[in-house]
T-cell receptor, first 112, second 115 residues
């Protein structure tokens, strides 16, 4: 069964610093992987997705993620954090019945 | 014009009551979902409907009954509410799963508090 694990329930960075949010997946088949963002009191919205094309995926708001099969990872990065990036971030994998299985989320805090 | 809209946004009720949450999407999608997000932010799928037909029914108590009058609407009715039902319930929609790229469009959530 497919699953994702997000390391770190909270990540705190200074404004302008690198953002790195970690996600490892478990899948017996080539996975479809996703990052979603949830701003306070809002629903989730798609940041980016990997569907077996290019391993480096660019998303909205300057975020990108790299699929590394050897490490079973799909970490999310952004070179320079902005205050508006403060939110909850969810990694997800699509299972064989097309359901999205979400990780437990990582709260990103951005310090001024 | 909100793509996926849920009502009500907040719901406070007593144990044992029955309540409903409504969801509508204007994206022309065929598939709609209900997700439950608990107090630890863990998000779990409950149900999925495609074109009014139930296609995913996770291990959810039968006190929860979804209803889809048409493909643009998916409502959630909960009988005999319990304290553990307190959560944020998200409605979402997507294209039909056969063409599903995994992009779900979420509503803003309905926060249910059971006292």
């Amino acid at each position: 069964a497919q699953s994702v694990t997000q390391l770190g329930s909270h990540v705190s960075v200074s404004e302008g610093a690198l953002v790195l949010l970690r996600c490892n997946y478990s899948s017996s088949v080539p996975p479809y992987l996703f990052w979603y963002v949830q701003y306070p009191n809002q629903g989730l919205q798609l940041l980016l997705k990997y569907t077996s094309a290019a391993t480096l995926v660019k998303g909205i708001n300057g975020f990108e993620a790299e699929f590394k099969k050897s490490e079973t990872s799909f970490h999310l990065t952004k070179p320079s954090a902005h205050m508006s990036d403060a939110a909850e971030y969810f990694c997800a994998v699509m299972d064989s019945s097309y359901k999205l299985i979400f990780g437990s989320g990582t709260r990103l805090l951005v310090r001024p | 014009d909100t793509a996926v809209s849920q009502t009500p946004k907040y719901l406070v009720t007593q144990m044992g009551n029955d309540k409903s949450i409504k969801c509508e999407q204007n994206l022309g999608h065929d598939t709609m979902y209900w997700y439950k997000q608990d107090s630890k932010k863990f998000l779990k799928i409950m149900f999925s409907y495609n074109n009014k037909e139930l296609i995913i029914n996770e291990t959810v108590p039968n006190r929860f009954s979804p209803k889809s009058p048409d493909k643009a609407h998916l409502n959630l009715h909960i009988n005999s509410l319990e304290l553990g039902d307190s959560a944020v319930y998200f409605c979402a929609s997507s294209q039909w799963q056969g063409a599903n790229t995994g992009e779900l469009f979420f509503g803003e959530g309905s926060r249910l508090t059971v006292l």
